[in-house]
C-alpha cells in the first residue's frame, strides 16, 4: 500500500527486524523490507529450521488444510466455526489487552504528570494526551457489553456485533484524539530534548511496569486501535455463517466501524485544510466582513464565471469560489492576473440555484448562453452566471448540490471548528503577511488553489485510507511535495 510497507502472501516467511511496536514491525522478505501488521503472522517455534524444510512443510500442511475444508477439527467443531472462534477470542483479548494499555496511560503517566505542576501546564497536558481519558472511560463501558454477549463455553456462537452497533456514535471520540495526534507527537519531541523530561517519564513508565515503549509509542495505540476494527469485523465476517444469527449485525457492524473511520479521515482532511484556507482569505486583496472560517471549512469548487448584475445588466469577470454555507467572488488585478480583489459574497443558505435555458432571461431581459441562477426565496436578490462552456455550467450545478450535501451531512454528524481552531488558523495566516508589509501572493500557491480536484468519497473505503492514520512515522518531506495530497482544492 505505501513505499515503506511490506506486502506478503500466505504462506511467506518473514524475517522480523524490529519488533519493539506491538502492532506493527518491521520485517524483510529477501530484499524487500518494510513494515507489516504484527497480527497478520504467527512466529515459527523453532527458530533454527531450515527455511527450506520450513517451507516444505508449510506446503503439505495447505494441502491437508484444502482437504480438510468442512471436516470437523479441533474439539468437534467444523474448520469455519473454529476460526470464528479464533477471531471472537482474538477480539475478546485484544480488547482487554487495550483496555489495560489505556489504563497504564491515564494512572501511569497523566496522574504522575498532574502532580507536577513545575513541570506541565494543563495545556500542555490536553494537547500531549488529548481526550485519552473520555476513550479510556467509553473503552470500558464498551467492553463491558462485549463481556455480556460473549459465549465462554462455545465462543464461535456469541453474537457481538449488535455491540459494535450500540456504540458507533460513541466511536466518533477518536476523530478528536486522531486530528489532535500530530500536536502531541510536536509537543513531547519539544519536552524529550530536556533530560529531566525523559527521565520523569522513563520513571513513569518503570513505576507503572509497563513495556519497554516510549510515550510516543503508547500514545500511537488508540490511532491503530480505531483503525483495526474494521480488519477485525472484516475477518469476524468472513467466517460467519449467512444463517448465524450475529451475521447481519457484523455485517452492519463492519460498514459502520468503517464509515467512523472514514468520517476521521474526512475531519483529519478538514481540519488540516482550514490554515490553507485562512492563507487564502489574507491573500485576497481589501478584504471586507467577516473571516471565511466563521463559517465555512471547506472549498467545495473554484473557477471563473461572467457575473450579469442589475440594474444595467453589466457584464463582469470574476473568479468565484464556492464554501459550504456561502461563495465568495473576486476581480482579478488587471496586470498581475494571481492576485486577487474582494467583490463580493453569496450566503448559500439563503438562495435557490436555478438551471437557465439558453436565449433571453426574462428577469434581466437579456440574451444569455451556459447560465445558471442564484434567488433568494422572495426574490429580492438575484445572481445571474454564465459559464464559458456546457459542460462547465454542468459542474457548477454538481458543485451546488455537493455544497447542500456538506451543510446537510456536517449537521448530521455535529462536524464543527471550535473558536480557538479558527482563530489560531487566522493568526497562524497573519504571520505570514505581517503588519506594514504589502501582501504578495506565491504563485505557486495561486495555481495549486486553482487545479485541485476535490476527492470524493468513495461507497466503499479503501485500505490504504483506514490504514491512513495508523502508518509508522515517515521522514519529514517537503511541504509543497506533500499539499496536493493533503488539500481538497480543486478547479
Not at 507489516?36 to 527450506?52: G, H, K
Not at 443558505?349 to 435555458?357: A, C, P
Not at 437579456?366 to 426574490?379: D, E, H, I, Q, T
Not at 471550535?418 to 501572493?441: I, L
Request: charged fraction near 30%; glycine fraction near 4%.
Amino acid at each position: 500500500m505505501d513505499d515503506q510497507e511490506l506486502g506478503f502472501n500466505a504462506g511467506d516467511v518473514i524475517e522480523v527486524v524490529d519488533a519493539t511496536n506491538k502492532e506493527w514491525w518491521w520485517g524483510r522478505i529477501l530484499d524487500s523490507e518494510g513494515w507489516f501488521p504484527a497480527s497478520f503472522v504467527r512466529l515459527r517455534v523453532n527458530q533454527d529450521e531450515p527455511m527450506e524444510e520450513y517451507v516444505a512443510k508449510l506446503e503439505d500442511s495447505r494441502e491437508e488444510d484444502s482437504a480438510s475444508v468442512g471436516r470437523p477439527v479441533g474439539p468437534g467443531l467444523p474448520c469455519k466455526e473454529q476460526m470464528r472462534a479464533n477471531v471472537i477470542n482474538e477480539i475478546m483479548s485484544t480488547e482487554r489487552d487495550y483496555i489495560k494499555h489505556l489504563k497504564d496511560i491515564c494512572e501511569g503517566y497523566i496522574k504522575q504528570c498532574r502532580k507536577r505542576t513545575d513541570m506541565f501546564t494543563e495545556e500542555q497536558l490536553r494537547t500531549i494526551f488529548g481526550n485519552i481519558d473520555e476513550i479510556y472511560r467509553f473503552q470500558k463501558r464498551f467492553l463491558k457489553g462485549l463481556e455480556k454477549r460473549f459465549n465462554k463455553e462455545q465462543p464461535h456462537l456469541s453474537e457481538i456485533g449488535s455491540c459494535f452497533l450500540e456504540h458507533q456514535m460513541d466511536f466518533q471520540i477518536y476523530s478528536e484524539y486522531c486530528n489532535n495526534h500530530p500536536n502531541a507527537c510536536l509537543q513531547l519531541s519539544k519536552l524529550v530534548k530536556v533530560n529531566k523530561y525523559v527521565f520523569f517519564f522513563e520513571a513513569c513508565r518503570l513505576l507503572q511496569k509497563m513495556i519497554d515503549i516510549s510515550l510516543d509509542g503508547f500514545l500511537l495505540t488508540p490511532v491503530q486501535k480505531i483503525c483495526k476494527y474494521p480488519l477485525q469485523l472484516a475477518e469476524l465476517l468472513k467466517y460467519t455463517n449467512p444463517q448465524h444469527r450475529d451475521y447481519k449485525d457484523v455485517e452492519a457492524a463492519l460498514n459502520a466501524m468503517k464509515n467512523v473511520a472514514r468520517l476521521i479521515n474526512e475531519r483529519k482532511r478538514r481540519l488540516e485544510n482550514i490554515d490553507k484556507i485562512a492563507q487564502w482569505q489574507s491573500s485576497i486583496e481589501d478584504w471586507e466582513g467577516e473571516d471565511i472560517l466563521s463559517r465555512s471549512s471547506d472549498l467545495i469548487f473554484s473557477g471563473e464565471m461572467t457575473k450579469i448584475s442589475l440594474p444595467q445588466a453589466k457584464s463582469q469577470q470574476r473568479m468565484f469560489f464556492l464554501f459550504d454555507h456561502q461563495m465568495v467572488y473576486c476581480k482579478k488585478d488587471l496586470l498581475r492576473r494571481d492576485i486577487l480583489y474582494y467583490k463580493g459574497r453569496v450566503d448559500m443558505d439563503q438562495m435557490e440555484v436555478l438551471d437557465v435555458e439558453d436565449g433571453k432571461d426574462r428577469d434581466l431581459n437579456v440574451s444569455v448562453k451556459n447560465a445558471l441562477k442564484l434567488r433568494s426565496p422572495g426574490g429580492e436578490e438575484v445572481h445571474l452566471l454564465c459559464a464559458k462552456k456546457p459542460e462547465q455550467k454542468q459542474r457548477w450545478l454538481r458543485a451546488f448540490t455537493d455544497e447542500r450535501g456538506q451543510v446537510e451531512h456536517d449537521r448530521e454528524t455535529g462536524f464543527a471548528i471550535t473558536e480557538v481552531q479558527k482563530k489560531q488558523a487566522m493568526q497562524n495566516a497573519c504571520k505570514s503577511h505581517p503588519a506594514g508589509k504589502p501582501k504578495a501572493v506565491t504563485r505557486p500557491y495561486y495555481d495549486f488553489l486553482l487545479r485541485q480536484k476535490h476527492p470524493t468519497l468513495p461507497s466503499a473505503l479503501p485500505q490504504q485510507q483506514v490504514f491512513m492514520l495508523a502508518e509508522p512515522k515517515r521522514k519529514t518531506s517537503n511541504f509543497w511535495h506533500n499539499i496536493g495530497r493533503l488539500t481538497p482544492f480543486k478547479k
